[in-house]
């Protein structure tokens, strides 16, 4: 199969075919396919641009004003040895974990345009540097979902680690392709002025918060159309068929295809060990609108999308396996309190015109900090 796939005339008609079938959808279900669009649109408005955007020039202005590669200096020997990259790609591993997709990649593509890591290197970075954030998991799947701040920090926890483990399984990525070690790691250390970082960080931030807001945007009216016409249930069933389970399958094709639809999908279900689990793939795996924004970065850096999908399947199974073996031997009680339920439900009813400004403070406070600390190192490395 994979042979006749490799044929260009095959594949062009493929395509043809599917996008024929597309427009065919389109034209015969619009509002189905505006009413998707319409909740990707308000998906932007009120999470996407006000959680993102901020810190995507955050991510970019702490790379400009020489802060990767300050922390580059003071931790390569943790992250050369652990993980074979330079130690300025601790700050996007740091921010992934922080941020939330696609935040991660965002600040491995920034480490590579400034010539701090190599192509290498940012490959490897890409495999498990992109992550989930804590907010998400803790707040949105922890108690939105599953209705339990522990299930939560249990997520959160094995998501972390089944990361960190990818990291160190894909050091040995790309080993014959280096001939030495990369100039950038030795090169002096160069910065902009605040004023410049600042104006060309907004402006790529927001070229990159458009570019993942058209996805969100498409992938809305796309698995809307896929649900009106019933692609969900035959691929659930196919898979059903093919060994998995039919509980679990419907929640594994919406989290495959969308994270935060897969997610949801397993708020329906008893919280056992197997639907945590399940969570937990979801969340590592990270579904195909993420892969997507992200495949929009690595295309103009001119990066190979194989090991960034690789490391990410192999993060969600790793999670997996990792919640499955803890949630089998901790007692989970999965009732919380009125106050974290009531809190949990203010934050997800809380609109652009709430959200931007606390995203707002809490990225002026994370620069304000990045800023001083660029200054202490520069005294420091000047010998003041």
């Known amino acids: 199969m994979f042979r006749l796939l490799r044929k260009k005339a095959l594949r062009d008609s493929l395509v043809t075919l599917a996008l024929l079938v597309a427009i065919a959808a389109l034209v015969s279900a619009p509002t189905q396919a505006v009413g998707g669009a319409k909740n990707g649109l308000n998906l932007c ?86 992550n989930s954030g804590p907010a998400f998991i803790l707040g949105v799947v922890g108690v939105g979902v599953f209705g339990s701040s ?85 691929l659930a069933h196919l898979l059903s068929l093919l060994g998995v389970s039919a509980q679990f399958a419907p929640q594994l094709v919406a989290g495959l295809l969308e994270l935060t639809s897969g997610v949801s999908s397993l708020g329906g279900m008893a919280s056992s060990v197997g639907t945590i689990s399940m969570a937990a793939f979801i969340l590592g795996w990270a579904g195909l609108s993420v892969h997507c924004q992200v495949l929009c970065f690595l295309v103009d850096g001119g990066l190979s999308p194989r090991t960034y999908l690789a490391g990410k399947f192999l993060h969600g199974i790793i999670s997996a396996i990792l919640t499955y073996l803890l949630a089998s031997r901790l007692s989970l009680t999965y009732p919380v309190s009125y106050y974290l339920n009531s809190q949990t439900q203010s934050l997800i009813q809380l609109d652009f015109h709430h959200i931007l400004p606390v995203t707002l403070g809490i990225s002026t406070l994370c620069w304000i900090a990045m800023v001083c600390l660029c200054r202490h190192l520069t005294g420091k490395m000047s010998g003041k």
């Open 45 to 130: 408005c009120n999470v996407i641009i006000p959680s993102l955007f901020p810190f995507f020039v955050l991510s970019s202005m702490a790379v400009d004003l020489g802060l990767a590669a300050y922390l580059g200096h003071l931790l390569e020997g943790i992250m050369r040895p652990l993980f074979r990259v330079s130690g300025s790609c601790a700050i996007a591993v740091v921010l992934g974990f922080i941020g939330g997709y696609p935040l991660g990649a965002k600040t491995a593509l920034e480490l590579y345009r400034q010539g701090l890591c190599t192509k290498v290197e940012t490959e490897r970075l890409l495999a498990f540097c992109n």
């Open 150 to 234: 522990e299930i939560g920090l249990l997520l959160y926890a094995s998501h972390c680690v089944a990361s960190l483990l990818t990291g160190l399984i894909f050091r040995f990525y790309g080993t014959g392709k280096e001939k030495k070690a990369p100039a950038a790691h030795t090169k002096p250390i160069t910065t902009t002025t605040i004023p410049a970082a600042f104006t060309g960080a907004v402006v790529r931030s927001f070229s990159s918060t458009l570019n993942i807001c058209a996805f969100v945007i498409f992938f809305s009216a796309i698995l809307q159309l896929m649900a009106h016409y019933g692609v969900f249930t035959a």
